[in-house]
């Protein structure tokens, strides 16, 4: 493997993950790739790290010289799963040569995979040959798809996301990953732009009942204010906040199934925040939910008796939404 020198991803990190009621050992890594083809997203930042004008062959050695600094800082016994992002999608074959997904498959085979891109990329004959190097028996998925469907609602993922594809898109994409012997995981954004804390409450609660027929895993991804976006472009003028961690808990109670959730960001004014006082206590409350699934840990949560619980029931008895025209 050629290795350049000098290259690193643009983030990894050790972790442990909840799968099958079991907790995983799990590293986590964000490769520097060629760039999100998309890249229009009214909340991403992500999509602005990327190697710009690079050949192929360049951005293979690049990404390669990333895999060897991986390799090297972790110890491939310290972990049992993987979690891949890039500045895109993964499965992107512009954004990320194929040589590097059989160097990847190989660098990881044995590992439980779990793969974010968008669902144009989801091919049965690009998972199948991906499964073939990774998979040496160890899981019955090898491979989980991950897709960031956001909301299962069209009009909002247009309006206030600008994501570009619709519902059925991931569906199909779904069953595409399905029938090549993938798992597949939805991410659902939580109060993307031009929502209500109740309307996006609504939102998220329709979404993960409209999800479970399609996806494995779901995890819930409260919205955060990220730099040089139009999301930020908003808040900065007063029209956005990012949720309140009590909403967070409200939908974790009430899920029907075993939702993830990660606040990033929480308790700051960037990210998913109550009013200060609590926010720590819950924050970590909901990682720990993540991890142990015990629906108690939330109820209990939500009884902490703090002032900005009547402030949250006023927001979503009062908050009313902005009309925006039809036409222009
Ligand atoms: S959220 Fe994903 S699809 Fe949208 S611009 Fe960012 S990287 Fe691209
Ligand atoms: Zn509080």
Redesign the pocket.
């Known amino acids: 493997m050629i290795s350049y020198t000098g290259e690193k991803p643009l983030a990894s990190w050790r972790g442990q993950e909840r799968y099958e009621n079991d907790l995983l050992d799990c590293l986590t890594v964000i490769f520097k790739s060629g760039?999100?083809?998309?890249?229009?997203?009214r909340?991403?930042?992500?999509?602005h790290e990327r190697y710009s004008g690079l050949s192929c062959d360049t951005l293979l050695d690049r990404l390669r010289g990333q895999l060897a600094w991986i390799i090297d800082q972790y110890k491939s016994e310290d972990y049992r799963m993987i979690k891949i992002f890039?500045?895109?999608?993964f499965f992107d074959p512009d954004e990320v040569p194929p040589a590097f997904l059989t160097d990847i498959a190989a660098a990881f085979r044995g590992k439980l995979v779990i793969a974010?891109t968008?669902p144009e990329y989801v091919t049965r004959q690009t998972l199948e040959q991906f499964i073939g190097g990774i998979d040496d028996g160890s899981w019955e998925i090898p491979l989980y798809c991950a897709m960031?469907l956001?909301t299962s609602n069209d009009l909002i993922r247009e309006k206030s996301?600008?994501?570009?594809f619709r519902f059925a898109d991931f569906a199909d994409a779904a069953h595409r990953a399905h029938a090549a012997g993938a798992g597949v995981k939805a991410y659902l954004l939580f109060k993307p732009l031009f929502l209500t804390e109740g309307e996006a409450m609504a939102d998220m609660q329709t979404s993960i009942q409209d999800v479970s027929g399609h996806a494995d895993l779901i995890s819930m991804n409260p919205c955060t204010v990220q730099r040089n976006t139009e999301l930020e472009f908003y808040w900065k003028r007063g029209a956005y906040r990012p949720p309140y961690l009590w909403s967070i808990l409200k939908i974790l109670e009430n899920a029907p199934v075993h939702i993830t959730c990660d606040p990033l960001g929480g308790g700051q004014k960037r990210g998913p925040h109550n009013c200060g006082k609590c926010d720590y206590d819950i924050v970590k409350g909901v990682r720990d939910y993540s991890l142990n699934a015990d629906r108690d840990l939330i109820g209990a949560l939500l009884d902490i008796d703090c002032g900005c619980r009547k402030e949250w029931e006023y927001v979503l008895a009062e908050e009313r939404p902005y009309c925006m025209p039809l036409t222009r």
């Open positions: 760039g999100c083809a998309w890249s229009a997203c909340m991403c930042s992500y999509r890039t500045s895109g999608s974010e968008r960031g956001e996301i600008n994501k570009g």
